[in-house]
Every structure is written in C-alpha cells, then in structure tokens.
C-alpha cells in the first residue's frame, strides 16, 4: 500500500491521484469497515486531532458522515458556516486558510453554485496553497471525490471481483433544479483511472466538462477503460448492471434556459422499472442522494429491491475514514 505517499495530501480532485493511491483508500475503507463489524475500534487513528469543516451549502450525508468519521478516528470535528466566521466581514480566503493552519490538523470545505462555474475550485486551492494542513473538498461545482469513492466502493461489494468490466451506466435525470456536473464529472474520472467501463447517458447538450473528458481519454488508454457517451436512456440500460440516476445542468444555456429546455425529457429520461427489464437480472439502482424522487426516479425503483442507495450512503463514512486516516499528518 502505498500509504506514505498519501500522508499530508490534499483531496481536492481525484485527477491529481493515480490508480494506485485509489486502490489504496479503498482497500483501507474495506478494512475499517469489516473491522467496525467486528466491534473493533480505530479511535488511536486520530486521536486528538481537530478537523474544521467549512459548510456555505446544505448537507446530510456529508457533515453527518464527516463528524461520525472523526469520532470514531478518536478526533473531534468543527462545524463552521461563512455566515459565522469572519469571512462575513470579508476576511479573505488566504488569512482563513493560514489561521485554520495553526489551529486544526485538517478543512472539510463545502462550496459550490458561485457566481461562475470553477470559483469554487479557485477558493479550495488557494485554501490548499496556503495552509499545511490537507484540504478536503466536500463538493464543489467540478466535483464530488468523496461519494464517488464511496460508489466505487460500493460497486466492488456488490458486483464482485470482475466489478471493472461490469457495465456502470451513469444517467442523467429530469430535476426541477439545475445542479453540479460534480458527481458524473468524478466519476467519469475514476473509471478512468481504474480500468471500469463506464457509459455516460444523457440528452444532447448536457455533456460534461470537455477538460474531465479529455483526462478521462488518456487515463483509459492506460488503464484499459471503456467510457461511451449515448444520448438514449433505453439504450444505456440494455444488459446494464448498475444504472445511476443523478440530474445535472448544462454548460450551454443558462439556468433559465436549461429549466425551460430540460422538461421535454421528463418522462424518458426518469429511471424506472421498465429501465431495469432491460438491464441485467442482477442490476443495480445507484443514486447519490439526495433523490427527487419521482422526478429523477420512481418509488418503486429506489425502494426497490434493485435499489442500494442506503448502503451507498453507509460507505461515505467508511471511504472518509479512510482518507483521512491516511492522510492527515
């Protein structure tokens, strides 16, 4: 395991990791989570370490899973809003990274839905260039590496040791809101780097960010990663074995478009049953939480049988102890 080389790094984005150092948070995650199961306990991970956790958007599973993570580390998590730290007297973004940095031995930040796409990621690497500490990135508008190591984890317990040439079909679905690219964008990302074969489906104009799918196309010629793009849902579920429903915008029209545009594919482009008659007997419903349900999925389909969504969500904890285990100083 390549454990000394994740001591101290950041976790911004999945693409300044390599196939090993996945494998290596996720194997870790496996083993904490069959430890746990034993009654085995992990608080001398941690212990007395502080992490600050940053939150400017909502969250469940993130600040839930985050906080429990570090309890069980044998450490203690700091929740904090914007609205309540001296960035709301507009105290800049550097002298809170520096100060955090004497205090706290690692920052959860949550951010996203600035006012352009990609200022987000600016504030979490500045935050990174100016403090010593790791910084975590707990979702922002290019990316949300936490859950996707959580879904890869949980593909791997469900679908088997040959679980990289399964047919992971990442779908878009019809949302009322306009949302991140975050959760398609890693994980187009991770397959990439770990050999998957992974298809991407969803109506013409929301493709994702040009520069993940650039990434994507050389990390695959490396890993032997199969990525597709279809534009038809009943296409992408044929002989599919997990079928992941997320609603993401477009990077071509504004939001206003995009709402306006977005409601001819309301009905197709919502996973339902019909959709797993033509996957695999054995396949799986995937979902990132939180669902609208009914709109991007039916009831019947996420309190289904085919459905994993709850123990997707159970191995955010896991993967997270993991991360931060293996790389906080």
């Known amino acids: 395991m390549l454990t000394k080389a994740?001591?101290?790094?950041?976790?911004?984005?999945?693409?300044d990791f390599n196939k090993e150092e996945l494998?290596?948070?996720?194997?870790?995650?496996?083993?904490?989570?069959?430890?746990?199961?034993?009654?085995?306990?992990h608080d001398d991970l941690l212990r007395a370490k502080t992490l600050a956790m940053v939150f400017a958007n909502p969250s469940t599973r993130t600040r839930t899973s985050f906080e429990a993570a570090m309890t069980e580390l044998g450490g203690h998590a700091q929740f904090h809003t914007p609205q309540v730290m001296q960035i709301a007297h507009h105290e800049t973004w550097v002298d809170t990274a520096r100060v955090l940095?004497?205090?706290?031995?690692?920052?959860?930040?949550?951010?996203?839905?600035?006012?352009?796409?990609?200022?987000?990621?600016k504030i979490l690497r500045l935050m990174a260039?100016?403090?010593?500490?790791?910084?975590?990135?707990?979702?922002?508008?290019?990316?949300?590496?936490?859950?996707i190591m959580a879904d890869i984890m949980t593909m791997i317990e469900k679908l088997g040791p040959d679980w990289r040439n399964k047919k992971v079909v990442m779908s878009w679905a019809y949302s009322e809101?306009?949302?991140?690219?975050?959760?398609?964008?890693?994980?187009?990302?991770a397959a990439s780097l770990l050999g998957m074969n992974l298809t991407l489906a969803y109506p013409e104009k929301y493709d994702v960010d040009p520069d993940y799918m650039a990434f994507a196309k050389k990390a695959s010629e490396k890993s032997g990663a199969k990525i597709n793009v279809v534009h038809d849902i009943y296409d992408a579920a044929k002989d599919a074995d997990v079928i992941y429903a997320k609603s993401w915008g477009s990077f071509l029209m504004s939001k206003e478009e995009d709402k306006e545009y977005r409601k001819q594919f309301k009905e197709d482009w919502k996973i339902q049953k019909k959709h797993f008659d033509v996957a695999h007997k054995q396949a799986i419903f995937m979902h990132c939480l939180p669902a609208d349900r009914n709109l991007e999925v039916t009831d019947e389909v996420i309190d289904g049988p085919m459905s994993v969504v709850y123990d997707e969500a159970e191995n955010r904890l896991h993967t997270e102890k993991a991360v931060l285990a293996l790389t906080m100083k």
């Open 6 to 15: 994740l001591r101290g790094r950041d976790f911004i984005s999945l693409m």
């Open 101 to 121: 940095d004497r205090f706290v031995d690692g920052i959860v930040i949550r951010m996203y839905g600035l006012e352009h796409y990609g200022d987000a990621r």
């Open 129 to 147: 260039d100016n403090a010593q500490i790791p910084i975590y990135n707990a979702l922002d508008d290019k990316e949300h590496p936490f859950q």
């Open 177 to 189: 809101r306009v949302k991140s690219a975050g959760v398609p964008q890693t994980m187009t990302i």
């Open 23 to 41: 494998e290596t948070i996720l194997d870790v995650a496996m083993e904490l989570k069959r430890e746990k199961a034993m009654g085995m306990l």
